[in-house]
Protein backbone atom coordinates (compact mmCIF):
# COMPACT_ATOMS: atom_id res chain seq x y z
CA UNK A 1 0.00 0.00 0.00
CA UNK A 2 2.51 2.50 1.37
CA UNK A 3 4.75 1.57 -2.42
CA UNK A 4 1.55 1.91 -3.95
CA UNK A 5 0.57 5.25 -2.80
CA UNK A 6 4.16 6.81 -3.39
CA UNK A 7 3.58 6.34 -6.54
CA UNK A 8 0.55 7.61 -7.12
CA UNK A 9 2.85 10.31 -7.84
CA UNK A 10 -5.37 31.70 19.74
CA UNK A 11 -6.01 32.97 23.16
CA UNK A 12 -9.19 31.68 24.64
CA UNK A 13 -10.18 35.15 25.38
CA UNK A 14 -10.60 36.06 21.65
CA UNK A 15 -13.29 33.44 20.48
CA UNK A 16 -15.01 35.69 18.11
CA UNK A 17 -14.13 35.13 14.67
CA UNK A 18 -15.43 34.89 10.93
CA UNK A 19 -15.20 31.52 9.11
CA UNK A 20 -15.97 33.47 5.70
CA UNK A 21 -12.66 35.27 5.93
CA UNK A 22 -10.34 32.81 6.66
CA UNK A 23 -11.88 30.46 4.30
CA UNK A 24 -10.89 32.35 2.07
CA UNK A 25 -7.23 32.47 2.87
CA UNK A 26 -6.99 28.77 2.49
CA UNK A 27 -7.42 27.12 -0.31
CA UNK A 28 -6.52 23.79 0.56
CA UNK A 29 -6.04 21.23 3.49
CA UNK A 30 -3.29 18.96 3.66
CA UNK A 31 -3.36 16.07 6.58
CA UNK A 32 -0.79 14.16 7.93
CA UNK A 33 -0.76 12.00 11.46
CA UNK A 34 -2.58 9.00 12.83
CA UNK A 35 -6.13 8.46 13.95
CA UNK A 36 -7.32 11.39 15.50
CA UNK A 37 -7.07 12.84 11.82
CA UNK A 38 -7.68 10.15 10.05
CA UNK A 39 -10.85 10.42 7.96
CA UNK A 40 -11.37 7.23 6.43
CA UNK A 41 -8.35 5.92 5.38
CA UNK A 42 -7.71 3.13 7.74
CA UNK A 43 -11.93 1.93 6.47
CA UNK A 44 -10.97 2.54 2.87
CA UNK A 45 -7.85 0.20 2.98
CA UNK A 46 -9.53 -2.17 5.09
CA UNK A 47 -12.71 -2.55 3.02
CA UNK A 48 -11.27 -2.96 -0.24
CA UNK A 49 -8.35 -5.85 1.48
CA UNK A 50 -11.21 -7.55 3.68
CA UNK A 51 -14.16 -7.26 1.54
CA UNK A 52 -13.47 -9.73 -0.80
CA UNK A 53 -13.15 -12.20 2.21
CA UNK A 54 -16.89 -11.28 3.39
CA UNK A 55 -15.14 -9.64 6.23
CA UNK A 56 -16.09 -6.02 7.89
CA UNK A 57 -13.79 -3.08 7.48
CA UNK A 58 -12.32 -1.56 10.06
CA UNK A 59 -13.18 -0.05 12.52
CA UNK A 60 -16.61 -1.93 12.28
CA UNK A 61 -19.27 0.50 11.04
CA UNK A 62 -21.28 1.56 12.69
CA UNK A 63 -21.31 1.76 15.76
CA UNK A 64 -18.78 3.60 14.35
CA UNK A 65 -18.62 6.31 11.87
CA UNK A 66 -15.85 4.81 9.31
CA UNK A 67 -13.31 6.60 11.35
CA UNK A 68 -12.05 6.00 14.90
CA UNK A 69 -15.07 8.11 16.38
CA UNK A 70 -18.96 7.97 16.43
CA UNK A 71 -19.37 10.10 14.38
CA UNK A 72 -17.46 12.97 12.40
CA UNK A 73 -14.20 13.99 14.24
CA UNK A 74 -12.54 17.45 14.42
CA UNK A 75 -10.61 17.84 11.12
CA UNK A 76 -13.67 17.27 9.38
CA UNK A 77 -15.58 19.89 11.35
CA UNK A 78 -12.66 21.89 10.43
CA UNK A 79 -12.55 21.34 6.96
CA UNK A 80 -16.25 21.63 6.78
CA UNK A 81 -15.75 25.09 8.36
CA UNK A 82 -13.63 26.29 6.00
CA UNK A 83 -15.17 25.32 2.88
CA UNK A 84 -12.78 22.49 2.48
CA UNK A 85 -13.49 18.68 1.46
CA UNK A 86 -9.71 17.21 1.45
CA UNK A 87 -9.31 13.54 -0.68
CA UNK A 88 -8.71 10.47 0.88
CA UNK A 89 -5.54 9.69 -0.21
CA UNK A 90 -6.88 5.92 0.18
CA UNK A 91 -9.26 6.84 -2.80
CA UNK A 92 -6.50 7.68 -5.09
CA UNK A 93 -4.74 4.40 -5.12
CA UNK A 94 -8.33 2.01 -4.88
CA UNK A 95 -10.12 4.27 -7.16
CA UNK A 96 -7.50 5.86 -9.64
CA UNK A 97 -9.83 6.44 -12.36
CA UNK A 98 -13.33 7.88 -10.59
CA UNK A 99 -11.64 9.82 -7.93
CA UNK A 100 -11.54 13.47 -8.89
CA UNK A 101 -8.45 15.61 -8.67
CA UNK A 102 -7.65 16.20 -5.21
CA UNK A 103 -8.04 19.99 -5.89
CA UNK A 104 -8.92 20.88 -1.96
CA UNK A 105 -6.15 18.79 -0.56
CA UNK A 106 -5.11 15.36 0.72
CA UNK A 107 -5.83 13.51 3.93
CA UNK A 108 -3.16 11.44 4.57
CA UNK A 109 -3.36 10.77 7.96
CA UNK A 110 -3.78 6.48 8.86
CA UNK A 111 -4.82 5.36 12.03
CA UNK A 112 -2.09 3.39 13.83
CA UNK A 113 0.82 5.39 12.32
CA UNK A 114 4.06 6.21 14.01
CA UNK A 115 6.23 9.24 13.92
CA UNK A 116 8.30 6.93 11.71
CA UNK A 117 7.66 4.46 8.89
CA UNK A 118 8.37 1.48 11.40
CA UNK A 119 5.72 -0.42 13.68
CA UNK A 120 7.26 -2.79 16.51
CA UNK A 121 5.04 -5.30 14.88
CA UNK A 122 6.82 -5.29 11.72
CA UNK A 123 9.25 -7.66 12.82
CA UNK A 124 6.55 -10.35 13.41
CA UNK A 125 4.25 -9.53 10.26
CA UNK A 126 6.34 -8.10 7.70
CA UNK A 127 3.94 -7.04 5.30
CA UNK A 128 1.94 -5.02 7.42
CA UNK A 129 4.79 -2.30 6.94
CA UNK A 130 3.49 -2.67 3.40
CA UNK A 131 -0.18 -1.06 3.96
CA UNK A 132 -0.01 0.73 6.91
CA UNK A 133 1.83 3.61 6.19
CA UNK A 134 3.75 5.86 9.22
CA UNK A 135 3.93 9.46 8.98
CA UNK A 136 7.35 9.51 6.99
CA UNK A 137 5.47 7.47 4.52
CA UNK A 138 2.92 10.25 4.41
CA UNK A 139 5.62 13.00 3.97
CA UNK A 140 6.92 10.87 1.26
CA UNK A 141 3.85 10.35 -0.65
CA UNK A 142 2.83 14.05 -0.58
CA UNK A 143 6.50 14.69 -1.91
CA UNK A 144 5.74 12.10 -4.75
CA UNK A 145 2.77 13.68 -5.51
CA UNK A 146 4.30 17.25 -5.87
CA UNK A 147 5.96 16.07 -8.78
CA UNK A 148 2.65 15.92 -10.55
CA UNK A 149 0.31 18.47 -7.98
CA UNK A 150 2.21 21.49 -7.62
CA UNK A 151 2.50 22.57 -4.23
CA UNK A 152 -0.29 25.23 -3.05
CA UNK A 153 1.36 27.69 -0.38
CA UNK A 154 -1.96 28.73 0.64
CA UNK A 155 -3.08 25.10 1.92
CA UNK A 156 -3.49 24.78 5.23
CA UNK A 157 -1.19 21.73 6.41
CA UNK A 158 -2.15 19.73 9.71
CA UNK A 159 -0.09 17.48 11.81
CA UNK A 160 -0.92 15.71 14.77
CA UNK A 161 0.90 12.04 15.42
CA UNK A 162 3.11 10.39 18.37
CA UNK A 163 0.36 9.12 20.77
CA UNK A 164 1.27 5.58 19.26
CA UNK A 165 4.93 5.70 19.69
CA UNK A 166 4.76 5.96 23.17
CA UNK A 167 1.71 3.61 23.50
CA UNK A 168 3.02 0.96 21.46
CA UNK A 169 6.82 1.57 23.75
CA UNK A 170 5.05 0.09 26.64
CA UNK A 171 3.61 -3.25 24.22
CA UNK A 172 5.19 -6.54 25.39
CA UNK A 173 7.05 -6.67 22.04
CA UNK A 174 7.90 -3.60 21.84
CA UNK A 175 11.38 -3.35 21.12
CA UNK A 176 11.71 0.98 20.33
CA UNK A 177 14.60 0.33 17.65
CA UNK A 178 17.01 0.64 20.27
CA UNK A 179 15.74 3.43 21.90
CA UNK A 180 15.23 4.08 25.91
CA UNK A 181 12.18 5.53 27.04
CA UNK A 182 13.90 8.79 27.92
CA UNK A 183 15.33 8.49 24.17
CA UNK A 184 11.59 8.02 22.89
CA UNK A 185 10.37 11.82 22.82
CA UNK A 186 13.44 13.41 21.17
CA UNK A 187 13.39 10.74 18.39
CA UNK A 188 9.52 11.50 17.92
CA UNK A 189 9.80 15.20 17.77
CA UNK A 190 12.91 14.90 15.49
CA UNK A 191 10.39 13.19 12.85
CA UNK A 192 7.75 15.46 13.20
CA UNK A 193 10.27 18.34 12.72
CA UNK A 194 12.00 16.56 9.58
CA UNK A 195 8.38 16.11 8.01
CA UNK A 196 7.75 20.09 8.72
CA UNK A 197 10.87 20.20 6.86
CA UNK A 198 10.33 18.80 3.94
CA UNK A 199 7.08 19.85 3.34
CA UNK A 200 8.35 23.17 3.74
CA UNK A 201 11.12 22.37 1.75
CA UNK A 202 8.61 21.82 -1.34
CA UNK A 203 6.88 25.02 -0.53
CA UNK A 204 4.30 24.38 2.20
CA UNK A 205 3.53 27.70 4.26
CA UNK A 206 0.86 27.47 6.56
CA UNK A 207 1.07 24.76 9.39
CA UNK A 208 -0.93 23.97 12.35
CA UNK A 209 0.64 21.00 14.30
CA UNK A 210 -0.81 19.63 17.94
CA UNK A 211 1.28 18.53 21.44
CA UNK A 212 -0.33 15.56 23.06
CA UNK A 213 -2.58 15.11 25.54
CA UNK A 214 -2.50 13.62 28.94
CA UNK A 215 -1.87 9.93 27.40
CA UNK A 216 -1.68 8.25 30.58
CA UNK A 217 -5.59 9.76 31.55
CA UNK A 218 -6.99 7.45 28.55
CA UNK A 219 -8.57 4.27 29.30
CA UNK A 220 -6.04 2.37 27.21
CA UNK A 221 -3.38 3.06 29.47
CA UNK A 222 -5.64 1.48 32.36
CA UNK A 223 -5.98 -1.56 30.17
CA UNK A 224 -1.79 -1.72 29.62
CA UNK A 225 -1.81 -1.20 33.20
CA UNK A 226 -3.71 -4.40 33.72
CA UNK A 227 -2.03 -5.84 31.23
CA UNK A 228 1.51 -5.58 32.61
CA UNK A 229 0.61 -5.47 36.27
CA UNK A 230 2.57 -2.20 37.01
CA UNK A 231 1.32 1.96 36.86
CA UNK A 232 1.68 3.18 33.42
CA UNK A 233 -0.61 6.28 33.62
CA UNK A 234 2.30 7.87 34.85
CA UNK A 235 5.49 6.97 32.62
CA UNK A 236 3.17 7.86 29.79
CA UNK A 237 2.16 11.51 31.06
CA UNK A 238 5.77 12.21 31.78
CA UNK A 239 6.68 11.30 27.92
CA UNK A 240 3.58 13.46 27.08
CA UNK A 241 5.41 16.40 29.16
CA UNK A 242 8.62 15.68 27.63
CA UNK A 243 7.32 15.38 23.74
CA UNK A 244 5.25 18.58 24.82
CA UNK A 245 8.21 20.53 26.17
CA UNK A 246 10.86 18.99 23.07
CA UNK A 247 7.86 19.99 20.25
CA UNK A 248 7.84 23.23 22.13
CA UNK A 249 11.29 24.27 21.53
CA UNK A 250 11.98 22.77 18.20
CA UNK A 251 9.17 24.08 16.73
CA UNK A 252 10.40 27.82 18.12
CA UNK A 253 13.97 27.19 16.12
CA UNK A 254 11.86 25.94 13.11
CA UNK A 255 10.07 28.85 12.78
CA UNK A 256 13.10 31.27 13.30
CA UNK A 257 15.00 29.27 10.58
CA UNK A 258 12.09 29.61 8.53
CA UNK A 259 10.30 34.05 8.88
CA UNK A 260 7.95 33.20 5.63
CA UNK A 261 6.55 29.78 7.21
CA UNK A 262 3.99 30.63 9.44
CA UNK A 263 3.62 27.28 12.16
CA UNK A 264 0.36 27.73 14.37
CA UNK A 265 0.98 25.15 17.53
CA UNK A 266 -2.20 23.62 19.41
CA UNK A 267 -1.69 22.99 22.95
CA UNK A 268 -4.51 20.37 23.00
CA UNK A 269 -2.68 19.02 26.40
CA UNK A 270 -4.22 22.07 28.08
CA UNK A 271 -7.56 21.77 26.00
CA UNK A 272 -7.57 18.17 27.46
CA UNK A 273 -6.52 19.37 31.12
CA UNK A 274 -9.79 21.76 31.33
CA UNK A 275 -11.88 19.02 29.94
CA UNK A 276 -11.13 16.51 32.28
CA UNK A 277 -10.76 19.17 35.30
CA UNK A 278 -14.16 20.37 34.97
CA UNK A 279 -16.04 18.30 32.36
CA UNK A 280 -19.34 19.83 33.28
CA UNK A 281 -18.16 23.50 31.61
CA UNK A 282 -17.84 21.39 28.20
CA UNK A 283 -21.32 18.99 28.56
CA UNK A 284 -19.70 16.41 29.45
CA UNK A 285 -19.68 14.02 32.34
CA UNK A 286 -17.56 11.20 32.04
CA UNK A 287 -14.16 11.60 31.14
CA UNK A 288 -12.71 8.45 32.43
CA UNK A 289 -14.52 5.45 30.91
CA UNK A 290 -15.05 4.39 27.00
CA UNK A 291 -18.55 5.00 25.70
CA UNK A 292 -18.15 1.38 23.84
CA UNK A 293 -18.86 -0.96 27.09
CA UNK A 294 -16.19 -3.55 28.07
CA UNK A 295 -13.55 -2.24 25.43
CA UNK A 296 -10.55 -4.05 24.34
CA UNK A 297 -7.98 -3.75 21.83
CA UNK A 298 -9.00 -5.30 18.41
CA UNK A 299 -12.39 -3.88 18.47
CA UNK A 300 -13.78 -5.97 20.76
CA UNK A 301 -16.88 -4.68 23.22
CA UNK A 302 -20.30 -5.54 24.37
CA UNK A 303 -22.17 -2.59 23.36
CA UNK A 304 -22.62 1.35 23.16
CA UNK A 305 -23.04 3.63 26.18
CA UNK A 306 -26.85 5.69 26.54
CA UNK A 307 -25.74 9.09 26.20
CA UNK A 308 -22.51 9.07 23.98
CA UNK A 309 -22.91 12.41 23.81
CA UNK A 310 -21.88 12.97 27.97
CA UNK A 311 -18.79 10.67 27.20
CA UNK A 312 -15.19 12.05 26.32
CA UNK A 313 -14.07 8.69 25.08
CA UNK A 314 -15.57 6.63 22.47
CA UNK A 315 -13.29 3.95 22.70
CA UNK A 316 -10.32 3.77 24.73
CA UNK A 317 -7.73 6.41 22.87
CA UNK A 318 -10.13 8.39 20.57
CA UNK A 319 -12.58 10.97 21.77
CA UNK A 320 -16.80 11.09 21.06
CA UNK A 321 -17.84 13.05 18.04
CA UNK A 322 -19.21 15.34 20.60
CA UNK A 323 -15.45 15.59 22.24
CA UNK A 324 -14.25 15.83 18.81
CA UNK A 325 -16.47 19.30 18.52
CA UNK A 326 -14.72 21.07 21.64
CA UNK A 327 -11.24 20.34 19.86
CA UNK A 328 -12.63 21.75 16.01
CA UNK A 329 -13.87 25.14 18.10
CA UNK A 330 -10.39 25.23 19.62
CA UNK A 331 -8.48 24.89 16.40
CA UNK A 332 -10.66 27.30 14.75
CA UNK A 333 -10.39 29.86 17.21
CA UNK A 334 -6.47 29.52 16.84
CA UNK A 335 -6.50 29.82 13.17
CA UNK A 336 -8.94 32.80 13.29
CA UNK A 337 -7.08 34.82 16.17
CA UNK A 338 -5.89 37.12 13.73
CA UNK A 339 -9.16 38.25 12.12
CA UNK A 340 -11.13 41.00 13.20
CA UNK A 341 -14.56 39.59 15.41
CA UNK A 342 -17.43 40.04 13.25
CA UNK A 343 -19.58 37.26 14.66
CA UNK A 344 -19.49 35.20 17.90
CA UNK A 345 -20.39 31.14 17.04
CA UNK A 346 -23.13 29.69 19.10
CA UNK A 347 -21.69 26.61 19.71
CA UNK A 348 -21.67 25.80 23.24
CA UNK A 349 -18.31 23.98 23.46
CA UNK A 350 -16.62 27.72 22.58
CA UNK A 351 -19.00 29.12 25.16
CA UNK A 352 -17.47 27.15 27.60
CA UNK A 353 -13.76 27.38 26.14
CA UNK A 354 -14.22 31.22 26.53
CA UNK A 355 -15.71 30.60 29.72
CA UNK A 356 -12.71 28.54 30.85
CA UNK A 357 -10.40 31.25 29.19
CA UNK A 358 -12.18 34.17 31.83
CA UNK A 359 -11.56 31.97 34.63
CA UNK A 360 -7.46 32.21 34.02
CA UNK A 361 -7.20 28.48 33.41
CA UNK A 362 -3.79 29.49 31.72
CA UNK A 363 -5.38 27.63 28.57
CA UNK A 364 -3.77 30.09 25.71
CA UNK A 365 -3.35 27.90 22.80
CA UNK A 366 -2.26 29.57 19.58
CA UNK A 367 1.23 30.89 19.32
CA UNK A 368 2.35 32.20 15.86
CA UNK A 369 6.12 31.14 15.48
CA UNK A 370 6.57 33.67 12.28
CA UNK A 371 7.89 36.73 14.36
CA UNK A 372 4.78 36.48 16.83
CA UNK A 373 3.15 35.50 19.62
CA UNK A 374 0.09 34.91 20.83
Not at 103 to 112: H, K, R, Y
Request: hydrophobic share 45%.
Amino acid sequence: MKKELLAAGVVISSCMFSLEAKAASFTGLNVFGDSLVDSGNLFNLTEALLSPFGLPALPPSPPYDQRNSNGPIWIDNVGQSLGLSPTLATELVINPTTTPPPTQGINFAFAGALSSDVHILDDDFPFLADFFPGFQDQIEAFTALSAALPVDPNALNVVWVGGNDYNEAFLPTAALGGLSLDELPNFVTDNIIDGLTQLSSLGAKEFLVLNLPDIGAAPFADFLGNLLQQDVSTPLNQLTFAHNELLSAKLDVFGQSRPDVNIISLDINSLFADILASPGEFGLTNTTDSCLINFQPGFLFDGVCDQPDEFFFWDDTHPTTAAYEIISDFALAALDDDVPATSVPESSSVAALLTMGLMGSGTLLAKRRSGKQR
